[in-house]
């Protein structure tokens, strides 16, 4: 018994053995391709290999130098994860099969950059197009509207260093993925970002024919000391004091939202001027309705666009009500073509407002407007928009765009809610 006991040991041994040469091999394999397949426009070196049995494999000391523009990039552990070696295996195995692996996790720890260097300057120095998506990184100072390294500089940074983790979850019977970004930049702040997709199918050639949807998206910003140093740059900059300059940002930050022709409700801005004044923690939640078509939301009323996203805010740990904005400074907003030109109603009499372009018909009078291009909102909140072919047994059915293609569906009539057409 105890030579059978002895022999499982040495066994059980000599096989984990080999598993870490396996991994050490094949990280080592890869590697080696990469550095002589990089050249002339990256340089890549590393100072060793890293791997263990519970899912890990990693590089230490990676180094990153790009001779044409006179840099570098220095990781001091970047690393996969896996939930285990049964994971590591099945990831290689489902990448051989053209498959979606089912879970993975890269980390980099250390990730250091000159302020100074000609990639910051490539990331903080190249104009960027305004959207409202940039909104808050928009600044009142002086003749700068965007932080750039001359500014970084002044602040006071030299080298950033910033540890990263990017996790990936796939469940393929339910064609749910799940991704995660996580970034921690010293004396800056961190940031988190979250974002989980359904009807994803198991193969990439699967995108195509049914694109994912998403059905949620969060990001949280903690700890900005980032926004610190911005109120007492800029408050310096234009002779204010840091509470006047308070005043300022959220002036700033309004007149940047109404340029892409959104007006937010003053709770809003007013949970945005107790974020500047204590920037410890902000998070931003969408949850869209099933069936909502992104490039359409512009043709909807304000209210019914809240709806469909289903938006939350917390600043500092507390919720942000009532969410709600109108559309302001249309003339500024992106023309839709010709077909779909629709305005919304704005709640404020001082905005401007366009012409209708689209009226609410009765779901009754529905067979007559066969063939034309309509948006339905149902009761629960989804929306559709697509061309209606006919009614009958009491469905409507319609052609909706999918991605590069569309699909057939169909609407009870007695779950459509509102229905708009353009006359």
Known sequence: MSKILKWGVLSALALALAIKL???WSVRTAMDDAIKQLPPFMNMSYGGITSSLDGRVGLEDLRLQFPTLGDALQVKHAELKFNGLRELLSFRERMAEGKFPEQMAIRFLGITLDVHGALMQQLYNVPIERSAFTAMSEVACGPVRFIGTSELLDMGYRTLETDAEFSYLFQPGAQKLSLSLMSDTREMGAVRLTMSLANLPEKPEGL???PPRLSSLVLELNDNQYQRKVQQYCANKLGQSVGDYRQTAVAQFDAALRGQGIALGQPLLDAYARYLE????????VWPTEGL???GLQFFEARDVVAMLRPAVLVNQEVVQPIEFTWGDLGARKEPDALEKVSV??????????????????????????GKRLQFITFDGTYYQGVLHKVENGRAYLSVQFGPGSAEMFLRLEKIDKVRVRF
């Open 22 to 24: 396996s991994l050490w």
């Open 293 to 295: 078509e992104w490039d």
């Open 345 to 370: 109603v704005d709640d404020n009499p001082q905005l401007p407002r366009a012409s209708p372009q689209y009226e609410f018909v009765k779901v009754s009078d529905l067979p007559s407007y066969a």
């Open 208 to 210: 195509q024919v049914t």
């Open 278 to 285: 204590e920037p410890r923690s902000l998070r931003i939640e």
